[in-house]
């Protein structure tokens, strides 16, 4: 991961934006929490984001697997305010979608899907990017 293309990222997490109404703030973090990219506002901070997200992904992974729910794919939060969405990329990483009253969660889902797969690949395999 240390080659990554950072430009191509932040591409993609630009795009998920611009498709669907009511994100606010993404950002990506490798699974133990360190921050690799964030497009988030003043009012976020996105190294604290990513670790948290890191940790509620892991406790999520776990209930998972001890209840035989298969391999986790993602969690969603849901505050008076807005949601938060913690999608697993792969095993290496995952992304974060804060989002606010008026987003769409099963149009954030669909979209997201094409999104995590090229944000994985880029993240697997730079050179193929």
Known sequence: MDH???????LEMRGLREQVTGITDT???????????????????????????????????????????GSLRRTVTYGSHGCAAVYAVG????MVV?????????ELHRA?????RRIDSILTDPESA
Do not use: F, N
């Open 27 to 69: 950002a990506l973090a490798a699974a133990d929490g360190l921050l690799i990219a964030a497009d988030t506002a003043d009012s976020i901070d996105p190294e604290g984001l990513a670790a948290l997200a890191a940790a509620g992904l892991g406790l999520a992974r776990r209930t998972a697997e001890a209840t035989a729910r």
């Open 112 to 116: 997201t899907q094409p999104t995590l």
């Open 98 to 106: 804060l989002g606010d009253e008026g987003i769409d969660v099963d």
């Open 91 to 94: 095993d290496t990483a995952l």
């Open 4 to 10: 990554m293309d950072h430009k191509a990222l932040a």
